[in-house]
């Protein structure tokens, strides 16, 4: 049920109106560059490369990940439309970006992204809400794998998604997941057998319902309730997944 990688074409269900041009945006400033593709697995750039651009997400889904000492793949997150990738304050990017989906950029180069910050000066706390989201969005997994169980790390990465749809308000979304089952299981700091348990679980409880070929309608308050911090035994976490023996506790 889950897409593979070539196979899946994300488009945005709602799109925020650019700003007017005599009220600057970030969004605003990308707005008359050109659009670049870039297919399924292609990589947009790697981990350690030099951060000259940075990108606006227009349609699609990109990943963010490092490669770890022993070889390999931690995603750090998900990208959709309407965020933007590379603002690095160091001369070279700290992570990579590949494109879970056929997936539509905008690039500004960094110097001349510098140059509209000081013309603009306005933008700069935008752009530092920016950076902070990224903050606390590391926190968040760094929680997420430190603290949860296999269920509720899987809950809250639904719930995630959910929000990010124009359906977000309603109690049952349904939410379309272009990413495979591999990517999620490098995201969580599970294997793939955890993710697929897990899946299959919730969607036997009624949790997740398959609508289409890769669309899943949530039931978001139950979801919210499996995502806490509730004591659990066991529910399906193996011993090679991240976090069941490092933090001390038998995760599930």
């Known amino acids: 049920m889950f897409a593979t990688e070539r196979e899946y074409q994300f488009r945005p269900s709602n ?43 227009v349609d699609g889904v990109l990943r963010i990940f490092r490669i770890i000492g022993d070889g390999r793949r931690v995603i750090t ?5 309407g965020d933007l990738v590379g603002i690095s304050m160091k001369d070279r990017y700290l992570y990579g970006a590949e494109a879970v989906t056929v997936t539509k950029v905008r690039r500004f180069a960094r110097s ?3 140059e509209k910050m000081n013309q603009h000066p306005e933008l700069r706390p935008k752009l530092f809400a920016r950076l902070c989201d990224e903050m606390a969005a590391a926190q968040d ?6 603290r949860k169980t296999a269920e509720e790390r899987l809950c809250s990465f639904l719930l995630l998604l959910a929000r990010r749809t124009e359906d977000a308000s309603k109690s049952t979304p349904t939410v379309e997941l272009p990413m495979t089952r591999q990517d999620i299981a490098d995201y969580l700091g599970l294997t793939v057998e955890t993710v697929s348990r897990n899946v299959t679980k919730l969607t036997a409880r009624g949790m997740i319902v398959p ?3 890769h669309g899943y309608q949530f039931k978001t308050e139950r979801l919210a309730l499996l995502a806490g911090d ?4 066991n529910n399906g976490c193996d ?7 490092r933090f001390g506790r038998t995760l599930a």
Do not use: Y
């Open 77 to 81: 997150g998900f990208l959709f439309p």
């Open 239 to 245: 011993d090679r997944d991240i976090g069941c023996q």
């Open 15 to 57: 799109v925020t109106p650019f700003a007017a041009a005599t009220t600057p945006t970030l969004a605003s400033v990308f707005r008359n560059q050109p659009t670049e593709v870039v297919q399924a697995g292609g990589a947009l750039f790697w981990e350690g490369d030099p951060a000259k651009h940075l990108f606006e997400v």
């Open 211 to 213: 609508k289409g070929r």
């Open 141 to 146: 997994q760094m929680a997420l794998l430190a």
């Open 112 to 114: 001349s992204f510098q």
């Open 230 to 233: 509730e004591d659990a035994d």
